[in-house]
């Protein structure tokens, strides 16, 4: 029994509850939300270093064994997933504090905490039918967040999320019946030797299944229509979550799903078309957006298709590319969002044609937007550099030439796309300047909203200076993501 | 196994997914009601036959049906429920502000669509979406713009 895998789950849990008690105290709800976070954190950071010395670590939950019990378990590419994302709900929640002013605020800090619970769940679950409990809690608290304040455009929007992300849940049931009925077992562990003793077609059928419903989550090809509508509309914090982790824990289901469950890869070229679809659509779409919130929003469909590439390529340095590449994207991701959080409370609007010259008046924000949006084109020496040339590599080395050279052209149109903001934002002038750039009056930014976006923008330079040896670590991963020997072993005990 | 529970899941799967494709809420609803319903019964029916005892045999051969399953579809119907009534809730919210029962469209989207200068006929009401877009644009038809 190691305590360390339930806490980043329990303590958020445990503050959401208290936050719910202090509903009437905003001081304390913050300190609860802060503390419950870096709990989770702390601990997270303590386990990613147990496991790194002495390997995978499994707990029963309760104290039933096995099979009948839950289990969660933790090997390496759980806990970098763990440190890495709860470090960014830990600063986007930071820049939501600094965020004064908001009427909603007492109901935000317990629902953000469940989702931190349901997301550090769907990382730490040995269990697929508690995987599609943690994806539920998540998704449930992501509900709330997403329609927080009731506006019409985000009412119109949310339905939409709601009713697709309900309908992958059902899908998901059906795929654990189907599981079950076939099996007789959800546990991954037991599932891994199981699953092999079926007909070939029977687990292609299964796995074609749980690819669609992980697959809607992660806003692949064609099952991402609903992102780009339903992100915007969310207050930037929010989006600014959403956008870094929760496409990014569908990612994860897809790369557990394919490793441990089907490791005799059928889907390989499937994967690689998918990926290049998915690459090309996202970064095609954002090129007509006038909104920074929604161009961006389309990027992180085209991000999540170099992820699928990684998974598609099924090597060693394909997986540790891939899972290297996710890291890099959950702080990327979410500083550009808190970016727009700083833009949008300067000057009132994300749209590209009313604000402009914004340079002058958040010189800082300015350098962070563009550290982050070079890192996001694969610009050198930034972490998003590293991640790209780690999967154009494992790429020549598979001989997917075809591949790689889309991968490289959409490198391109990210980057295009990210010109195509500096240049809207924060150089020229506003076609149809909102009040406040009319005005030419400064708006005082909170310290904590700056801060918080620093830190995170720090976080993905840290993870491009250190990239050696992080990248030596999401190849350990990937080893094992690929023998899951060590897994069973430390599940079954 | 018997065939009704199979036979059960199929309608309502099929009766849900043509409701989810109707443009008003309230359908939509319904339809995730039937598919709801349909998953769980298919997590129950996955336990295997019907006919065995649920705790201990008569016989005393110790044969039991499985309970796993029935715990499964348990916690489903608890989430299936919660998210209904949220489903509902967002449903009246939406009702409240807009009086209408419909699914809309992305503003955003037609803005692009209207971009190609091949604004659909065919999609309801593309009054109200073009006084949307000139609220958002503050007054300009986007119209005027630059068709390129």
């Known amino acids: ?493 | 196994m018997s065939i009704l529970p199979a036979l059960t899941v199929a309608v309502l799967f099929a009766a849900g997914t043509y409701l989810i494709l109707q443009r008003t809420l309230t359908r939509i609803i319904l339809g995730i009601g039937l598919i709801g319903n349909g998953a769980n019964l298919l997590l129950v029916v996955s336990a295997g036959p019907p006919g065995r005892p649920p705790l201990i045999a008569d016989d005393g051969t110790g044969g039991f049906a499985d309970p796993l399953p029935q715990a499964l579809a348990l916690t489903a119907v608890v989430i299936t429920f919660g998210l209904t009534a949220f489903l509902l809730a967002l449903a009246y919210r939406s009702w409240q502000l807009t009086h209408d029962d419909e699914v809309e469209d992305d503003v955003e989207d037609r803005r692009i669509a209207k971009l190609r200068g091949e604004f659909d006929p065919d999609l309801d009401e593309p009054m109200d979406a073009l006084e949307d877009i000139q609220d958002l644009d503050g007054g300009d038809p986007p119209t005027e713009r630059d068709p390129r």
């Open chain 1, 1 to 493: 029994m190691n305590a360390l895998l339930a806490i980043p789950i329990v303590i958020p849990l445990l503050a959401a509850a208290l936050a719910v008690i202090a509903i009437r105290l905003p001081t304390v709800q913050r300190v609860l939300s802060i503390a419950g976070v870096a709990t989770a954190l702390a601990a997270s950071v303590a386990l990613l270093i147990e496991v790194e010395r002495n390997g995978p670590q499994a707990t029963q939950v309760g104290g039933w064994p096995a099979p009948i019990g839950i289990t969660l378990v933790a090997d390496l590419f759980t806990c970098l997933m763990l440190v890495i994302g709860l470090a960014t709900v830990l600063a986007v929640l930071v820049f939501a504090v600094g965020q004064r002013g908001d009427d909603h605020e007492s109901a935000f800090h317990p629902v953000y905490l469940v989702m931190t619970a349901g997301v550090a769940l769907s990382f730490l679950t040995g269990d697929l039918f508690n995987l599609f409990v943690a994806f539920e809690i998540t998704l449930t608290a992501s509900y709330v967040l997403i329609t927080l304040g009731g506006a019409k455009e985000q009412v119109r929007a949310g339905m939409t999320y709601v009713v697709i992300n309900l309908l992958a849940s059902f899908l998901f049931v059906v795929a654990i019946a189907f599981v079950y009925a076939s099996t007789g077992t959800v546990n991954f562990a037991d599932l891994t030797e199981r699953l092999t003793t079926l007909s070939p077609n029977l687990r292609t059928a299964l796995a074609l299944l749980l690819l669609v419903v992980f697959g809607i989550k992660a806003a692949i090809f064609p099952l991402f229509f609903w992102l780009p509508d339903a992100y915007p509309t969310a207050r930037t914090s929010v989006t600014a979550v959403f956008a870094g982790l929760l496409t990014k824990v569908g990612v994860y289901a897809i790369i557990r799903m394919e490793t441990l469950l089907f490791p005799d890869n059928r889907q390989s070229t499937l994967l690689l078309v998918i990926a290049g679809l998915t690459m090309v659509i996202g970064v095609l779409g954002a090129i007509a957006q006038d909104d920074m919130k929604r161009i961006l929003s389309f990027h992180i469909v085209s991000q999540i298709g170099y992820m699928i590439l990684g998974i598609g390529l099924f090597t060693v340095s394909g997986i540790a590319g891939a899972v290297f590449f996710v890291l890099h994207q959950i702080p990327v991701k979410a500083s550009l969002f808190l970016v727009v959080g700083l833009v949008e409370h300067d000057a009132g609007s994300t749209k590209l044609s009313k604000i402009g010259g914004l340079v002058r008046r958040i010189p800082l924000a300015a350098v962070l937007f563009l550290v982050a949006a070079l890192s996001l084109a694969g610009i050198p020496p930034l972490s998003g550099f590293v991640g790209k040339l780690a999967l154009v590599s494992a790429g020549f080395d598979a001989q997917a030439y075809a591949i790689i050279a889309i991968s490289l052209l959409v490198s391109v149109g990210t980057l295009f796309s990210m010109v195509k903001i500096w240049n809207g934002v924060f150089w020229g002038t506003a076609e149809e300047p909102t009040p406040a750039i009319a005005s030419g009056e400064v708006v005082h930014t909170p310290a904590l909203m700056t801060l918080s976006t620093v830190a995170l923008v720090g976080l993905t330079v840290a993870i491009a200076i250190g990239a050696g040896p992080i990248y030596e670590l999401c190849e350990r991963a990937a080893a094992e993501l690929l023998d899951p020997s060590t897994y069973v072993r430390a599940v079954q005990g």
